[in-house]
């Protein structure tokens, strides 16, 4: 199956600066990659997500960017604030076969903003 | 708020025991996703119902059964628990195959 890596699993940075958070894949027919943001004591809460046919998405401060070739795709988040402290996944989903829809998780990075 | 909700939201309950956790999709999301989160394994997909058929299996024990009800709700239970199976449960919804709201989950602390 698929297996989804994510660096670095934790990031502090100062309020103002930008962050940025990587993930790598395995399956090159992963072909949709969302992010989640998850707070202390609630579920993932969908950001940003980008598909394969897309290589880069910007939302506001936040952007991903995909690079199919490398299998590899990535949150940057711009005049970060310490509301943005919480534990990003990257996830990616296959598009094909009896996998279709089922996602895989990074492990996650946890992000702190200090004011 | 993702429209997902997920009863109850804390679980304490001793092994060897039987629990149900209660997932009700977003308005018109045919796809229900279960998902567990532990600190060792992280976020791990279990199992995928989509309009009450079983679409996909992940890593989900035997002991764990799954089902989508006519109302598109869905229910996961957890049988013979043990101390390993504490964890955070969460349900996620999609219209079709991908974008995934996740419910605020379930807590099960089995002692």
């Known amino acids: 199956g698929e297996n989804v890596e994510q660096h670095p699993s934790t990031l502090s940075v100062q309020e103002g600066d930008s962050a940025v958070i990587k993930c790598t894949y395995s399956?090159?027919?992963?072909?949709?990659f969302p992010w989640y943001k998850q707070e202390l004591g609630k579920g993932p809460q969908l950001i940003i997500d980008?598909?394969?046919?897309?290589g880069e998405k910007k939302d506001q401060r936040i952007a991903v960017t995909l690079n199919k070739t490398a299998k590899h795709f990535s949150l940057h988040i711009t005049e970060t604030q310490p509301e943005d402290s919480a534990v990003y996944f990257c996830?990616?989903?296959?598009?094909?076969?009896?996998?279709?829809?089922?996602?895989?998780f990074g492990r996650g990075t946890q992000l702190t903003v200090w004011p | 708020d993702s429209g997902v909700t997920q009863t109850p939201k804390h679980l304490i309950t001793a092994t060897g025991q039987r629990v149900t956790l209660r997932c009700s999709p977003r308005?018109?999301?045919?796809?229900v996703y279960w998902y567990q989160q532990s600190l060792d394994q992280g976020l791990q997909f279990l199992i995928q119902?989509?309009?009450?058929?079983?679409?996909a299996k992940g890593n989900i024990l035997e002991r764990f059964s799954a089902q989508q009800f006519p109302d598109l709700h869905s229910e996961l239970n957890l049988s013979s628990l043990e101390l390993g199976d504490s964890a955070l449960y969460f349900c996620?919804?999609?219209?079709?195959?991908?974008?995934?709201?996740f419910g605020p989950g379930t807590r099960l602390t089995v002692l």
């Open positions: 980008i598909r394969s046919n897309v």
């Open positions: 996620a919804s999609s219209k079709s195959t991908d974008t995934q709201y």
């Open positions: 308005s018109g999301d045919l796809s």
């Open positions: 399956d090159s027919a992963s072909n949709y």
């Open positions: 996830a990616a989903s296959i598009g094909r076969g009896s996998t279709l829809g089922r996602l895989y």
């Open positions: 119902y989509y309009n009450g058929e079983e679409r």
